[in-house]
């Protein structure tokens, strides 16, 4: 099997448009944009040094993902400028609030942070999460604006004709879900990105970083590896990042055009780089009790600088490590500092990665198990897949499992950035895999003979057309691991009784997410993690009470009957729901999850 050497397609629009990416990470972000022009081959571009204190930074596409507030809650700094001497100091005279991890506060509930007893850092005065994650949004895209309208020819003109459609790719971790997604498209209507309208909303994209990741390689020429290297044979995409793991498996299912398809669930676990630094502040803090150098700055200032340099550095155990972070005359021999160095085992720079490490080899394990061996290659990209400790661990322990680990020799830190552009243009994954069941809550006729029935009995409803059933029974309307084209629609057909028709006109349906075994449940348990409201579809009945058949209920009462569908839509990289009814004249009124 061979790729054709043309794999990138030419962009099939009618007019000019310009898409921008924007990678949000837990502790650096990118972004990466690109002038689609009809019938040319798409050209994207990355942003070295458009970002204030980078201009003199060649070929830095790493923007920190931090800020700075002041008393009244306004974003004063961001990014590279907000780690200057100048701002450090300024910030701390302004009592300014210091804002970083944030994007960690957008995740899921069900997914739990292990911080070593430390928590995240606080928001500022009247901020939410949501708000934060905007203002960052529209930090990255005012710096961007401005560089393309000084950086292009005609660039002010161009900009002003293109604003009001400007399209976007937002890309995050494959353990966000649609409740994330949806508070990203409120950040950026926050942001300025896009007015808080439908067809504003609209213009925004999610992706997420697996299979932004998967793109990135093959604008970087791996695709030709992946098949050529293990012909017949899936690979994997591990996202190592500053926050999570990002685990992706695919197969290709065709080459001209590029085709790719999903063959196990992705994964997302957070074991990203800045679990290394939370454990190595632990274990600072536990090492220099008692020192001089055991305050919070100077533990806030070693860890920055084994950030910087040891754990960056670091491929072998048997060596000692040295955390160089002060002068020759700072010295503790108690605790091993001497010329201004804190001297480490590499037993014990190893024990902080190790933690991580075994998420991301149980990960890729799982994986590989659930392809039935079917993946033999893995690509580490993002910015924790420099470390060369985490790449050699990962190549030595896969070894027996019989996959090689491989990583790209280029920018690895802003993969996802162009990756999302690659999504946009041009689309090579045509399937992917339900990561957890899918369904509704339905009510299940009562059997007085059955022990499980009689101890819900508090739970009976009675129909007006008699019949007696328990309410909370699930219906699976998708089941986990199902691989699903695009264009896959899952349909399950329900009827309602109503007394009113008045109630049609505010008429709901809550689709649930079951993240339990393969095995579908009875019932919804609603006080566990197992069961999550995933959306709310809600639809307008009312024109069907003009042909609906009036019925005499059991105790005289007349009631109607409705009959309706719900529909998953699951093919595509945003959940999607609805609910589907005909009505008197067979045409058919659909009604979507609200974005």
């Not at 399937?431 to 022990?451: I, Q, T």
């Amino acid at each position: 099997m061979t790729i054709t050497s043309d794999i990138r397609k030419p962009y099939s629009g009618n007019t000019r448009s310009l898409v921008l990416a924007f990678d949000v990470g837990t502790t650096f972000s990118g972004v990466s944009y690109a002038l689609l022009e009809p019938n040319e081959v798409p050209k994207f571009t990355a942003l070295p040094g458009a970002f204030p204190g980078q201009e003199h930074v060649a070929g830095s596409y790493k923007i920190p993902s931090i800020m700075y507030y002041d008393k009244t809650g306004s974003m004063k700094v961001a990014g590279a400028e907000a780690e200057s001497s100048a701002i450090v100091d300024l910030a701390e005279d302004e009592e300014w609030t210091k804002v970083e991890l944030f994007k960690l506060r957008l995740r899921p509930q069900t997914m739990k942070l292990k911080m070593n007893g430390m928590r995240l850092p606080p928001l500022p005065k009247g901020k939410t999460a949501v708000q934060v994650f905007g203002d960052y949004l529209g930090y990255l895209f005012r710096c961007t604006r401005n560089f393309i309208t000084d950086t292009h020819a005609g660039g002010s003109s161009l900009w002003r004709t293109m604003e009001d459609d400007l399209q976007f790719v937002l890309s995050h971790p494959n353990g966000w879900e649609g409740a994330q997604q949806t508070k990203m498209r409120r950040a950026a209507v926050y942001g300025g990105l896009i007015p808080d309208t439908d067809t504003g909303k609209a213009r925004i994209r999610f992706v997420t970083e697996g299979e932004a990741s998967l793109h990135s390689c093959v604008l970087n020429g791996l695709a030709t590896e992946m098949l050529t290297g293990h012909s017949g044979h899936g690979f994997l995409v591990a996202d190592a990042g500053g926050g999570t793991l990002d685990i992706s498996s695919y197969a290709v299912r065709g080459t001209s055009p590029l085709v790719m398809e999903e063959i196990a669930p992705p994964d997302c676990v957070f074991a990203g780089s800045v679990f290394v630094s939370r454990r190595a502040r632990a274990f600072f803090e536990d090492k220099l009790r008692g020192s001089k150098y055991g305050t919070p700055d100077s533990l806030e200032h070693i860890t920055k600088r084994f950030d910087e340099t040891t754990k960056r550095l670091f491929r072998d155990k048997k060596d000692a490590q040295y955390v160089q972070f002060g002068s020759p005359l700072d010295k503790d021999g108690s605790v091993g500092i001497r010329q201004g160095q804190l001297k480490l085992t590499g037993a014990e720079v190893a024990k902080l990665f190790e933690p991580s490490i075994e998420a991301a080899i149980s990960s890729i394990r799982h994986q590989v198990e659930a392809t039935g061996g079917f993946v033999k290659s893995v690509w580490l990209v993002g910015g924790f897949a420099a470390s060369p400790w985490l790449f050699s661990q990962l190549q030595e322990r896969l070894e027996p499992l019989g996959v090689t680990v491989s990583r790209p020799d280029n920018q690895t830190s802003k993969a996802v950035a162009d990756g999302a552009i690659g999504f946009y243009c041009d689309h090579h994954v045509s399937a992917r895999m339900s990561k957890f069941m899918y369904g509704v809550e339905f009510l299940r006729e009562f059997n007085a003979d059955d022990p499980d029935h009689v101890a819900r009995k508090d739970r009976i409803c009675e129909l007006p057309s008699g019949p007696k059933l328990l309410a909370d029974a699930f219906d699976c309307i998708l089941a986990r691991g199902v691989k699903v084209k695009e264009s896959s629609v899952f349909t399950r057909k329900y009827c309602t009784e109503v007394t009113s028709l008045s109630t049609l006109s505010v008429f709901e349906v809550e689709v649930w997410c079951y993240r339990g075994g393969t095995a579908t449940p009875m019932w919804i348990n609603r006080n566990t993690e197992e069961f999550t409201t995933l959306c709310i579809v809600q639809a307008d009945l009312s024109p069907l009470a003009s042909s609906a058949q009036s019925k005499p209920g059991r105790s005289g009462k007349t009631y109607w009957t409705i009959v309706f569908s719900v529909e998953i839509h699951f093919g595509l990289t945003e959940f999607r729901a609805r609910i589907k009814w005909v009505d008197s004249v067979s045409s058919y009124l659909v009604v979507s999850c609200p974005p």
